[in-house]
Each structure stands twice: as structure tokens, then as C-alpha cells.
């Protein structure tokens, strides 16, 4: 088992930045990939941006150049750096740990808003 808590999320006017944490607890020296994935009312839930425990990154072309995902291991923590937002942008973000043998866990989600 893998429990992973979402902060860092709100209110931001376009153009701004903020830094999401995703905090993992349980079973962490199993967890492979982790990633961020975001979900918009009405949507489904999409990509945003995964790294591996070698810290090999993929990002949405919607994000690429804006966005960080970055993860530190000696914290557990996962993290996403989101600059240049856009009303777009707006969505509830969720964090996502995949284990090395076939497990997949998500957080409770956080809510970014990115007013115009």
C-alpha cells in the first residue's frame, strides 16, 4: 500500500506560478514511476507529467516549457513547478505512484484554479 497527499493547490491569475507536493508514505522503495495527472469538470482525467526513480521525465505538450516535475526520494515527495499558468490550466490535480510490479496508486487530488 502507497498513500500519497496532494498540497500547494489554489487561486492563481494567469501568467503566475505555483509549486504543487505530492507526499508518498507506505510502501516507497517500490514506487517506480510517479506522476502528475489533471482532471477538468466534465474531462477526463489526462497526463500532465511522470518521472522515473532515474529521474527520466515526459511531459504533455500543453505543459512542456511551463511546467517541472521534479522528485525527491531521501523525502518521498513529488513535485510540480507550474509557471506561465493559463486559465486552461485550471483542473484538479492528482498524483499518481506506479510500483514496480503492477500497482498504481492515487492521491485525493488538489484544486488549481488559474483565473483570467
Known amino acids: 500500500q502507497v498513500q500519497l497527499v496532494e498540497s500547494g493547490g489554489g487561486l492563481v491569475q494567469t501568467g503566475g506560478s505555483l509549486r504543487l507536493s505530492c507526499a508518498a508514505s507506505?510502501?516507497?522503495?517500490?514506487?517506480?514511476?510517479m506522476g502528475w495527472y489533471r482532471q477538468a469538470p466534465g474531462k477526463q482525467r489526462d497526463l500532465v507529467a511522470t518521472?522515473?526513480?532515474?529521474?527520466?521525465?515526459n511531459y504533455a505538450e500543453s505543459v512542456k516549457g511551463r511546467f517541472t516535475i521534479s522528485r525527491n526520494n531521501a523525502k518521498n515527495t513529488l513535485y510540480l513547478q507550474m509557471n506561465d499558468l493559463k486559465p486552461e490550466d485550471t483542473a484538479v490535480y492528482y498524483c499518481?505512484?506506479?510500483?514496480?510490479?503492477?500497482?498504481?496508486?492515487w492521491g485525493q487530488g488538489t484544486q488549481v484554479t488559474v483565473s483570467s
Open positions: 507506505g510502501n516507497i522503495l517500490n514506487i517506480n514511476t
Open positions: 518521472i522515473t526513480r532515474i529521474d527520466s521525465t
Open positions: 499518481k505512484a506506479a510500483l514496480y510490479y503492477g500497482g498504481v496508486y
